[in-house]
């Protein structure tokens, strides 16, 4: 009898059952991973309540170790069975104009688009073969063109579970916002993203670091000063933009990373808060006006964003792989395959736990 393989399948709204999926063939050019970890992310918990009506494996944060492989792709990949990786959430294909200049993760096959199937960890339907696109799984598919990053054996897997979030920590707070020495870097939300952003900051040299949240993120307050946060708002008692003023002598911050995943506000405080020359960075503002008065002369660049290039995910590697900053922190709660709802549920807040989930990840050999 075949080998079976077992996984957390998103079947309706709100609704995650575990199914038996059969092991797919490898042949040269493909492979298979046995899951380590695998993290759940904030977009989780939005296609988690909206069921895109049809039956899928989630999971897309996905750490593990190479089970199967073919010739080819062990020497496209430079790895071997036996070796831990990370695998990207995109599955490109290549050959587009985003391709090809290196911006894979904007690729239409990789996008959701009406009327297109997604091909995209944790999204694609378990229609296309061989169904293993999720990582709350014990097993991943990985065909030719998945995009794959070693790992070393001495990192803990709860912490590389936050590869994707120290990814775009990277590419939101440095790489696109300009967090360097001298400069003072605001990020709204600390949340995963937001404490990931802390680490890229200070990565970066960031000279003032000031993360802004709610009464509710007083753990998660702690847990950026640890990071390397030289200071912490809560916007509930305090006044960001006089705060932000307040440390900065009147400059204002450089660098605003949004992350805020909503409040009413915070576009309008980033852009009070920005310095006459800055950059806002909305990489997750939830859904309000940008507003385009009031805010006195200033050159202030707002970028729109979207996931992690290449690089973003080799810096992140790297920075944990350092061992320098107390990642375990951030990686809060773990789950098994048969926990899945309650994993989502809790980090969305929904089971009481506002404020005590930071990252959750799914553990599926247990
Ligand atoms: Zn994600
Ligand atoms: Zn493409």
Redesign the pocket.
């Known amino acids: 009898m075949a080998e079976k393989v077992l996984a957390a399948t998103q079947i309706g709204s709100k609704k995650i059952e575990v199914r038996q999926y059969l092991m797919p063939e490898i042949s040269a050019d493909d492979a298979l991973v046995k899951m380590e970890i695998a993290g759940i992310c904030g977009s989780d918990i939005g296609s988690y309540a909206q069921y895109p009506g049809e039956p899928r494996i989630t999971g897309h944060e996905n750490v593990g170790f190479i089970a199967k492989i073919g010739g080819d792709a062990a020497r496209r990949w430079g790895v071997k069975e036996g070796d831990r990786v990370v695998v990207e959430q995109y599955l490109?294909?290549?050959?587009?104009r985003?391709?090809r200049i290196g911006e894979?993760r904007l690729?239409?096959?990789t996008d959701k688009l009406p009327g297109r199937t997604i091909l995209r960890y944790g999204n694609t339907p378990v229609s296309v073969s061989p169904s293993l696109w999720g990582g709350f799984s014990q097993y991943l598919y990985l065909p030719a063109n998945a995009i794959v990053h070693k790992v070393p054996a001495h990192v803990p897997a709860k912490e590389a579970a936050l590869f994707v979030s120290l990814a775009n920590g990277m590419q939101w707070a440095y790489l696109q916002g300009g967090a360097a020495p001298g400069k003072t870097v605001v990020i709204q939300g600390p949340g995963q993203m937001g404490l990931s952003s802390v680490v890229a900051s200070k990565e970066a040299g960031a000279a003032c670091i000031i993360v802004s949240g709610l009464a509710k993120d007083e753990n998660r307050f702690q847990v950026a000063r640890k990071l390397g946060a030289h200071y912490t708002v809560n916007v509930e008692q305090e006044n960001l933009t006089e705060r932000v003023k307040e440390i900065t002598g009147g400059h204002g911050a450089d660098v605003v990373v949004n992350v805020s995943r909503g409040g009413q506000d915070t576009v309008r405080e980033a852009l009070e808060i920005a310095a006459k020359i800055g950059t806002i960075v909305l990489a997750g503002p939830g859904n309000q006006q940008i507003p385009s008065k009031g805010f006195g002369r200033k050159l202030v660049t707002m970028k729109w964003v979207q996931g992690s290039s290449f690089t973003a995910f080799e810096l992140g590697l790297q920075v944990m792989a350092s061992g320098r900053y107390p990642l375990g922190g951030i990686s809060t709660h773990q789950f098994d395959l048969n926990h899945v709802n309650e994993a989502i549920r809790s980090f969305s807040g929904e089971e009481g736990t506002a404020g005590e989930v930071i990252h959750a990840s799914i553990v599926p050999q247990t």
């Open positions: 490109p294909c290549g050959n587009c985003w391709c894979y690729c239409d096959q």
